[in-house]
């Protein structure tokens, strides 16, 4: 079985003055109050676990509420790419940064995936109720076609055919784990809207409470 590599070529050039390298990387703090907003807009509460629950074990970010009741839990994740951004740090004035790379995005996703599942697993692991990882995606240049083709190992082309590009993952690294969510949720930051969703459909009751809640048609759901 084939398996695509996709590469990325970014050149640019470097004119800033030299200066310490800047820390980087995901931040889910900042993007936890877009979900709550989202969630609010869906007529559910978001409350964080404790300092004093999170000090005893792993947790995920939000309990979710429903006129008071237990809902779900949610995970929220933030993809971002900063590689050009810290070359670009690092670089002298007027000094050459990039080129190509493998792409890292399945392989990012993947793991995102992975520790959001040991997190949930944590606080819901008989999966009472539904599971939600809700990514907040900051790279330009990843989309929620990435996600899909993380999950399902394929590349949807536009004239409805699936191609295996990514089985190695879909069915190595995260094969059982996926199947612990309940929803993912794709927000993309720069469009400021969510751009879809994947459903594992395990446990039918937690997807027929998902669709009523954010009024999801189960008959749109592509299988």
Partial sequence: ?????????????SNKPAKPAQQ??????????IVKGFFAAHGLGAAHFTKAETRVGRT????????????????????????????LDQAEPMQIVGGGRPDPTFNRLSGL???????????????DVPNILFFVNH???????????????????EGGTRYPTMKHISEGRIKD????????????????????????????AHLTAICDVFKLDRSQIRR
């Fill in 1 to 13: 079985m084939a398996v695509f590599v996709g590469i990325r070529n970014n050149i640019f050039m």
């Fill in 24 to 33: 980087r990387g995901p931040d889910e703090s900042r993007d936890l109050p």
């Fill in 60 to 87: 995920p970010d939000f309990r979710l509420l429903r006129d008071g009741k237990l809902f779900a839990y949610c995970e929220v994740k933030s993809p971002r790419d900063d590689w050009l951004d810290k070359e």
């Fill in 113 to 127: 995936i992975w520790k959001a599942v040991s997190q949930l697993d944590a606080v819901n692991p008989v999966r």
């Fill in 139 to 157: 790279d330009d240049a990843s989309s929620y076609n990435d996600l899909l083709e993380t999950l399902t190992g394929e590349f949807f082309a």
């Fill in 177 to 204: 784990a996926k199947y612990r969510i309940d929803a993912y949720v794709w927000y993309d930051v720069q469009e400021a809207k969510v751009e879809g969703w994947f459903f594992g459909e395990e446990t039918p």
